[in-house]
C-alpha cells in the first residue's frame, strides 16, 4: 500500500488522510478501491468523512448529495469535488 500512498497526488493523499480518520483504521485505500466493499466506510464513517471533507476543501455539501455512491471511492470523490468548482 505504500507504493500506492507514493503514486496519489497531493489531494488524494489528503482524501487518503480523512478517509482513515474517519473510518478509524490505519490502511491507505487504492485510488480505486471501493471504500464501502473494502470495510473502511459504513454509512456512520460516511458523515464523518463528509463533515471532513467539506472542513477540508471549504465547501458545503448538500443532503441531495449524500450518497455513498458519489464517495465510493478516493478517485469518485475526486470527480465529485471537480463538479463542484
Known sequence: MML???SMNERQRVLAGLIRTASKKDATP???E???DSGM???FALADLVS???KEFHISIPD???SPRKFES???IERY???RR
Request: zero cysteines; glycine letters at 0%; proline letters at 0%.
Open 64 to 66: 441531495a448529495d449524500l
Open 30 to 32: 487504492e485510488v480505486e
Open 41 to 43: 466506510l459504513d454509512s
Open 34 to 36: 471501493s471504500l464501502f
Open 81 to 83: 469535488l471537480d463538479s
Open 4 to 6: 500506492a500512498y507514493r
Open 52 to 54: 471532513a471533507i467539506e
Open 74 to 76: 478516493i478517485a469518485r
